[in-house]
């Protein structure tokens, strides 16, 4: 019994070493050389902190896009997906709901363009990114409420979409808050 027992406390006190503080501190360490120094990057207007790019926020005004919904209607604390498979009803009626706004705000819009990312809620309900087709689909719109032209939006769209290093990891994604802070820069 001797035999396994030892054997067995030294491992777990080596993982606990290992998993408990050296891998912590060490991702701590990149953290402070990443953007925002491990804390996010903030997004900063006229002084004041408007927001952070890694969490989603809520545009519902027609001169902002629009981001992807939230099941924890976009609060950190309670961040969360709804548990509703796409078969419940309840479910169904949101997504529809969803749809229906989209169409309504956005004229000549057709549901077969309308991207799974603005009608449906992320994992976390803080996806702070959209596709370039959830995007594009929303420039006719804010660059009417905006009175600007629509080549002026498609270029901010542009310069704040971000590209997946090399092609390999993910699609390119607009962070929406980005975004709309360049928006209201103009």
């Given at each position: 019994?001797?035999?396994?027992?030892?054997?067995?406390?030294?491992?777990?006190l080596?993982?606990?070493?290992?998993?408990?503080?050296?891998?912590?501190?060490?991702?701590?360490?990149?953290?402070?050389?990443?953007?925002?120094?491990?804390?996010?990057?903030?997004?900063?207007?006229?002084?004041k902190?408007?927001?952070?790019?890694?969490?989603?926020?809520?545009?519902?005004?027609?001169?902002?896009?629009?981001?992807?919904?939230?099941?924890?209607?976009?609060?950190?604390?309670?961040?969360?997906?709804?548990?509703?498979?796409?078969?419940?009803?309840?479910?169904?009626?949101?997504?529809?709901?969803?749809?229906?706004?989209?169409?309504?705000?956005?004229?000549?819009?057709?549901?077969?363009?309308?991207?799974?990312?603005?009608v449906?809620?992320?994992?976390?309900?803080?996806?702070?990114?959209?596709?370039?087709?959830?995007?594009?689909?929303?420039?006719?719109?804010?660059?009417?409420?905006?009175?600007?032209?629509?080549?002026?939006?498609?270029?901010?769209?542009?310069?704040?979409?971000?590209?997946?290093?090399?092609?390999?990891?993910?699609?390119?994604?607009?962070?929406?808050?980005?975004?709309?802070?360049?928006?209201?820069?103009?």
């Amino acid at each position: 019994m001797k035999k396994y027992i030892i054997p067995s406390l030294r491992l777990t006190l080596v993982l606990i070493v290992l998993l408990c503080l050296i891998y912590p501190i060490s991702i701590a360490i990149a953290g402070r050389f990443s953007k925002g120094k491990g804390d996010g990057e903030k997004i900063i207007k006229n002084g004041k902190t408007v927001g952070y790019s890694l969490l989603g926020q809520s545009f519902t005004q027609a001169k902002y896009f629009w981001g992807r919904p939230s099941a924890a209607s976009y609060n950190a604390a309670g961040s969360a997906g709804s548990n509703k498979g796409p078969s419940n009803p309840d479910y169904l009626k949101e997504v529809q709901a969803r749809i229906d706004t989209l169409m309504k705000y956005n004229p000549g819009l057709k549901i077969s363009e309308i991207p799974a990312d603005l009608v449906t809620a992320s994992g976390s309900g803080l996806d702070p990114d959209i596709s370039e087709q959830g995007a594009a689909i929303q420039v006719a719109r804010v660059a009417t409420a905006r009175k600007i032209t629509l080549q002026k939006v498609r270029e901010l769209v542009s310069m704040n979409t971000e590209r997946s290093f090399m092609g390999l990891f993910g699609p390119p994604v607009v962070n929406v808050l980005k975004l709309n802070s360049a928006l209201d820069n103009l």
